[in-house]
């Protein structure tokens, strides 16, 4: 019988908030990419955004897998 005790970790030290902090201000910078790519590159920008957007795809498939092998609070984080 398995213990019904897991209960998530409702807590964050000063090192997970100073990161949240910095992703949230780095986090917007692809936003301006956007503004920057099409100046740069003009409509071969749209061909950017594709590659990248398949690259993550796969990215994203590659988490799914990882965080089906290891379903535990955190995840592969």
């Known amino acids: 019988m398995q213990n019904?005790?897991?209960h998530l970790k409702r807590h964050l030290s000063m090192l997970d908030l100073t990161l949240?902090?910095?992703g949230a201000a780095i986090?917007?910078?692809w936003?301006?990419?956007v503004q920057y790519a099409a100046?740069?590159?003009g409509p071969g920008?749209?061909?950017g955004?594709?590659?990248g957007a398949i690259a993550l795809i796969f990215i994203a498939l590659v988490y799914a897998e990882l965080s089906?092998?290891?379903p535990e609070a955190g995840g592969v984080v």
């Open 4 to 6: 019904d005790n897991h």
């Open 39 to 41: 100046v740069d590159a």
């Open 27 to 29: 986090g917007s910078g």
């Open 45 to 47: 920008a749209i061909v």
């Open 31 to 33: 936003l301006f990419g």
């Open 49 to 51: 955004w594709i590659i």
């Open 68 to 70: 089906a092998m290891l």
């Open 20 to 22: 949240i902090g910095i």
